[in-house]
């Protein structure tokens, strides 16, 4: 996840014991979970026409109104809105805004630009840009413009990811958010509405099950209760079938990697699967395995005590698989996945793994543990195995919260992008540009692997000395896939939470859903 590079330059690893967490962890944490209903979310909806009342948005590309189906203004207002056009020289660009008052019957009257000729992800900005402009305004909100059913529908998808918010903990001179409804205007309203129900809102509720998951505190989502979220969220839902790994289960198939790094909490390890076959999908799955850190201490390495807050979100790669999945199940894509939880929470007790352990995966190579603060990767090398010999994917896809490393080198525009098989490679980055969650290319020198062989082991999980630490970890978890088998890594540290843009309100940003739903969808072979 995005924090100080000084918290995340490793990530980190342990080996096999106590017991599982039990239901008093969470009464005895003191805090008492909420229903996760977003019922301050406003409900989105579709029509033809719209009352001449409320807030009315109107998005556009240029500095003069589009020619608006479904609503009515009068030539007066038409030309107090130019006047106030030309005053501010708003001239449609995307992401500007420009926000009237006292014209007509309407409260409010706000512009939103596009830029010209917008593309589904402009449209959805815009969306989301309003949804974020009007989070206070509690009067029904109209959004109107130049587009058809299904452009409607990308606009109020982009509403839907735009007003998220986690708040549920806030009790103080906390008013609540509006819940007046939001309806798109225009175009055909029974193909928008159909548009986004079939394909928006359940990319929407894959979204909001992973940034809930990892905006939640550690003493709330752990490894078990993580189990019992996703759960909850794919109850009903066809096609689907749990499996879930605990600790017990885990030594017996000798996975000492993932139960490892949990040793030193007393809440266990899990490896959850949440496997999807839509109708007519491949007979392979497309695997995606996430790192699964409840909570990252550091364990024996421990982390500096400035910002170790944040990594209560070092699962937000499990998070983001399981909500990747959840949107293709509840969309009924005929696709095939198997979503991957590798969930330990790395805590430094008496229990706790050391520096210089050695540990023996699944397959039963050994690795030898220099820095229990580099923890995600060795989750991820049990999950890997495991996985792939039991499910016998197509395709391999990690993603963690993994480096600091590649915070310094790409910040918070683009995940890191590590992969062994080129269309795999190809197909990522192209579900990144359609889905918004943009990805550059890293390399994989076989230099760097050099620097992660161990004397006494099979691979060490950290370098002795520094370098190029996201290719490190990155060569670390190809060490677990065989390389006949397509893998790709996507280190997302620097963009987990890089909010404040129109699709990710503040808070964890869910990274992933978008682009793992996207690549889905474009590389399943029939």
């Known amino acids: 996840m995005r924090t100080k590079i000084a918290l995340l330059a490793s990530c980190l690893v342990l080996t096999a014991v106590p017991a599982a967490a039990s239901a008093q962890d969470f009464v005895g944490s003191g805090v008492v979970p909420s229903a996760r209903a977003h019922s301050g979310e406003r409900p989105i909806g579709f029509a033809a026409s719209a009352p001449a009342s409320g807030a009315l948005v109107i998005l556009t590309g240029a500095a003069q109104l589009p020619t608006l189906t479904g609503v009515t203004l009068t030539d007066a207002e038409r030309a107090a809105i130019a006047a106030a056009v030309a005053a501010a020289k708003f001239e449609g660009k995307a992401g500007s805004t420009l926000s ?12 939103v630009g596009t830029g010209a000729n917008p593309a589904m992800l402009a449209r959805a900005e815009a969306g989301g840009k309003a949804a974020q402009e009007l989070m206070s305004e509690a009067q029904p909100v109209t959004i109107a413009g130049a587009f058809t059913g299904g452009e409607a529908a990308d606009v109020a998808y982009g509403f839907a990811l735009g007003q998220y918010r986690f708040d549920r903990y806030k009790t103080v001179d906390q008013k609540a958010p509006p819940a007046d409804a939001v309806t798109v205007v225009g175009g055909d309203s029974a193909a928008a509405r159909a548009a986004f129900t079939g394909r928006h809102a359940p ?36 096609n689907v079938t749990i499996e879930v790994l605990d600790e017990a289960q885990m030594r017996k198939l000798n996975m000492g990697s993932i139960v490892g790094v ?29 790192k699964g850190i409840t909570f990252d201490s550091g364990g024996i390495s421990i982390k500096p005590a ?77 999950a890997n195995e495991y996985v792939a010999d039991t499910y016998k994917p197509r395709g391999l896809v990690n993603i ?14 683009y995940a890191g992008l590590f992969a062994r098989d080129e269309t795999l490679a190809a197909q990522l980055a192209a579900a990144g540009e359609t889905s918004g969650e943009r990805l550059w290319r890293m390399p994989l020198n076989p230099k760097y692997a050099e620097r992660m062989k161990s004397d006494i082991a099979d691979i060490r ?63 399943e072979v029939k």
Not at 315 to 327: E, P, Q, T
């Open 100 to 111: 009237l008052r006292g014209i007509g019957g309407y409260s409010r009257i706000l512009l």
């Open 203 to 238: 990319l929407v509720d894959g979204v909001r099950l992973s940034r809930d998951l990892a905006n939640e505190p550690a003493n709330v989502i752990y490894p078990e209760s993580f189990v019992a979220e996703v759960r909850k969220a794919f109850a009903g839902t066809a």
């Open 400 to 413: 963690a919260t993994l480096t600091g490393a590649i915070v310094g080198a790409l910040d918070d525009q």
């Open 262 to 290: 949990g040793q030193g909490s007393p809440r266990g390890s899990r490896l959850m699967i949440v496997r999807y076959r839509g109708t007519g999908s491949a007979a392979a799955p497309l695997a995606m395995i996430g």
């Open 461 to 523: 999980n950290i370098a002795p000395s520094q370098g190029p630490g996201a290719s490190l970890g990155a060569h670390f978890i190809g060490f677990f896939v065989d390389e006949k088998l397509p893998w790709a890594h996507l280190d997302i540290a620097g963009v987990n939470d890089a909010s404040g843009t129109p699709l990710v309100p503040k808070g964890q940003s869910g990274f992933g859903v978008r682009l793992l739903d996207q690549l889905a969808r474009d590389a």
């Open 306 to 382: 400035a910002g170790m807050w944040d990594m209560k979100a070092d699962m937000s790669g499990a998070a983001s698989v399981m909500g990747a999945a959840l949107s293709l199940a509840r969309s009924r894509a005929p696709v095939h996945v198997v979503a991957v939880a590798a969930l330990a929470e790395n805590m430094p007790d008496g229990n706790a793994q050391r520096p210089g352990d050695i540990v023996r995966t699944y397959s039963g190579k050994t690795i030898e543990m220099l820095n229990s603060d580099a923890e995600g990767r060795l989750v991820l090398a049990d």
